[in-house]
């Protein structure tokens, strides 16, 4: 898949589209270019019956009824369709909405725009492990809260959220439960339904569909749930997302879907014994590693490491040349803060400023894990070398101790 | 990040990396900036306790790339300059020679406060007055 030599282990990023969803994606730019909301002739039926058939593919994935899925432009929208839709919808049933701190920023900030309305929002923290409480997720809920909202799995550390658990909360206290779903629809099993989850934001980028196009699942019975739109003009989509539909996109979706659905299982046990060795090997090539997130309940594909007394975007600059992957350090984000996820987990701004994460995918290599770990640890020692910090450590230095001058 | 060639060389083959005696005499130790920040220098001068000229200096780095490129290259234009002339040395000029990014400025004046932090500390045990 890549040019010599470039090995790409950043798929919670974004996956490269896998060239059967191009090849399904094809005739609908030129031969079956209608508008699927045209009903009135064969260009149009053409074009409805490619979008049809994606939303069979996708409903089947996550065992739904077809007219429970949402197309959308991609998970962000979806959160903000979910949040901002049921804020809007049940404004009389209540204002108050629970989250977690490690939610992605499509989350938090559209709960941050519900504030501004007027709206109440509970942001929770996680344990070390990054996991909820559930005793503190009930104690945060009141008469007033409609809607609780928690990611399925984190793209940071992979963490998977006791979702089961979560959803009979919600059943039993009659509230919404909504989930970011991006990072495990696709990679896992993920039944909504059997989970207890109402509304489901998922994405065709993250497993090996085109980017600019996403789902929203709305449960429809028992109950129904509604969602005032957020993107208004035409109707489309039941009346909760308008706009004309990107029927190749939506079609590459579909095809993803079916791929993922007969591919998963076998996917995710290659790719977690890949993940397990690239762990194992760096973390026995090194001391001063640490793992970042609960590694029971985790996502099959990632690791999230972090080499401490080194910092982030600096040892990826030895790699960088062949080997893409992200880091949590505040050198790698334009706001200049580390990860707040990472901070969330209680791992202190020194280790997030350390970490890596890698997130293997389908088209990755045994003998590309070989190179990465080689490269890897050779990078680690050389910015070791180069570390103050890591000279002061291995003469017994308290660095806890030090009085640093910060500036 | 698209860093420039002259960044990425120093990054690469850092200049004058390593460890000066912290309590010889004529040694000073610069060490600023923090790990909760993600940016530790420690930059060392050897002086020649006649001609007042940085005979050596030395760094080591905890930080990104920018950090690292900013203070290899300030060793690099320690050595063989007196004390006052290395007071001189302006952040601004690292950032040019480097053609840092606006977002990694601040790389640059670390490095400039740890050339101070060093040529304060070899003055204070030189028992030298700090010129203002």
Known sequence: MNS??????????????????????LPYFTQHYGNAASRNHPFGWAAESGVDKAREQIASLINVDPREVIFTSGATEGDNLAIKGVFEMYSRKGNHIITLKTEHKAVLDSCKKIEKQGGQVTYLDVNADGLVDLNKLEAAMTDKTILVSIMWANNETGVIQPMKAIGDLCAKKGILFMSDATQAVGKIPVDPKATGVHLMAFTGHKMYGPKGVGALFVNRKNPRVKVTSQMDGGGHERGMRSGTLNVPAIVGFGKAAELAEHEMEDEAKRLSGMRDRLEKALMSNMEECYINGNTDNRMPHVTNISFKHVEGEGLMMTFNQNIG??????????????????????????LAHSSIRFSLGRFNTEEEIDKTIKQVTEGVNHMRDLSPIWEMYKDGVDLDAVEWSEH | MAYSEKLIEHFKKPKNVGT?????????TGLVGAPECGDVMRLQIEVDDDSKIIKDAKFKTFGCGSAIASSSLATEWLKGKTIDEALAIDNMAIVEELALPPVKIHCSVLAEDAIKSAISDYKSKNSIEETA
Do not use: F
Not at chain 1, 4 to 25: F, G, H, K
Not at chain 1, 341 to 346: N, Q, R, S, T
């Open chain 1, 325 to 350: 992957v992200s880091s949590g350090s505040a050198c790698t984000s334009a706001s200049l803060e580390p990860s707040y996820v990472l901070i969330a987990l209680g791992l202190g701004d020194d």
């Open chain 1, 4 to 25: 010599d030599n470039l090995i790409y282990l950043d798929n919670n990023s974004t996956t490269p589209t896998d060239p059967r969803v191009v090849e399904a994606m």
């Open chain 2, 20 to 28: 000066l005696d912290k309590d010889a005499q004529n040694v000073g």
